[in-house]
């Protein structure tokens, strides 16, 4: 069974999102668009979900899932009892509603080590403070053609440039990202050998 904080730190973990109280119920949105949102009781959870697939979700395990209320039915919606809900199975419904909200660049995010997405998103936020315990003091930064070395460098490169598009590759070292890579793309109408 899972539990709120677990939740808590799962959406929390994932870029863009921000935790909000609107009438005393927690929601977790992308700007402003919530793709997750606690009953008032914190006992449910409901969830962006498509449309088109959440019958076949709610018949598959009834006892688990339902359907939001008739005025929200409009919505890619559904929404699951918590206590019944492993950890494993709220962290993917959480992740696969984040990606329904995000643009797609940011749809691996969640499958490279921790602390990259945190990273970005504090790149993303332009917050130095939250970014520099992120890194590792000897970082190796290759984007596409820019390839840096040292978390000051990289720092000083990051504020004097728009935020980047989130890595292809990270290897955390210490609990710190000691490499990021974003690969240069092909051009188009040449073969890479």
């Given at each position: 069974m899972t539990t709120v904080e677990v939740v808590r730190a799962v959406g929390l973990g994932l870029p863009r999102t921000r935790e909000v109280f609107v009438r005393d119920r927690r929601k977790f949105r992308v700007g402003q668009i919530v793709y997750?949102?606690?009953a008032a009781d914190e006992r449910t959870l409901g969830f962006a979900f498509?449309?088109?697939e959440r019958?076949?979700?709610v018949a598959s395990e009834p006892?688990?899932?339902f359907l939001p209320g008739r005025s929200d039915l409009r919505f890619h919606w559904v929404c699951a009892h918590l206590?019944?809900?492993?950890?494993?199975?709220m962290r993917e419904?959480?992740?696969d509603g984040w990606r329904m909200v995000v643009p797609r660049m940011l749809h691996g995010m969640p499958d490279l080590p921790a602390p990259a997405a945190q990273a970005w998103d504090a790149i993303d936020r332009?917050?130095?403070a939250d970014l520099r315990p992120l890194l590792h003091p000897y970082l190796h930064w290759h984007d596409r053609d820019v390839a840096l070395r040292g978390r000051s460098h990289v720092m000083a490169h990051l504020a004097d440039h728009p935020t980047p598009r989130p890595p292809d590759e990270v290897e955390v070292r210490d609990g710190q990202v000691y490499r990021w890579v974003r690969r240069?793309?092909?051009?188009p109408g040449v073969r890479n050998r």
């Open positions: 997750a949102a606690f498509p449309k088109d019958d076949w979700l006892e688990t899932y206590d019944r809900l492993d950890d494993e199975m419904l959480l992740v332009r917050d130095w240069l793309l092909p051009r």
